[in-house]
């Protein structure tokens, strides 16, 4: 899919309203981004733009890029160290997988809002907002 048509299908607003209510009781970042190019391996080349975009220097390493390429259809989601220790395997797996199940129904911001919803959650009990 051409990023424009996708970019296009997608409610901007509702993603940016997610992210806010994820990143209200964490101090964890959750960032999505959405390529225009066509990559050969999703996670290496979210684990590349999570370098490029800096993430990594939040000061809880408590970040997270839900990256998209729909020029080759595919979509990684990758946290930092401090996340994944936390959080573990079957987390990232359960995100994408459920990611997966929308986006093959063709509900790109649903997917999207889910998966920012599940990881709010997760950052919320790994890494509260301190009072």
Do not use: C
């Amino acid at each position: 899919m051409h990023p424009e048509h996708f970019l296009s299908r997608l409610q901007h607003d509702q993603i940016m309203e997610a992210i806010h209510r994820a990143e209200r009781d964490t101090t964890g970042k959750i960032h999505v981004f959405v390529s225009h190019q066509i990559v050969a391996d999703a996670l290496i080349a979210a684990q590349q733009r999570f370098e490029t975009m800096k993430i990594h220097e939040l000061p809880h390493h408590n970040g997270i890029l839900i990256f998209v390429a729909p020029r080759s259809q595919s979509f990684a989601v990758v946290g930092d160290q401090a996340v994944h220790d936390r959080v573990g395997d079957a987390a990232w797996q359960e995100v994408a997988k459920n990611m997966t199940h929308h986006f093959r129904q063709s509900q790109y911001t649903t997917g999207i809002v889910s998966a920012i919803e599940q990881l709010g959650e997760l950052l919320a009990v790994h890494f509260p907002k301190q009072a």
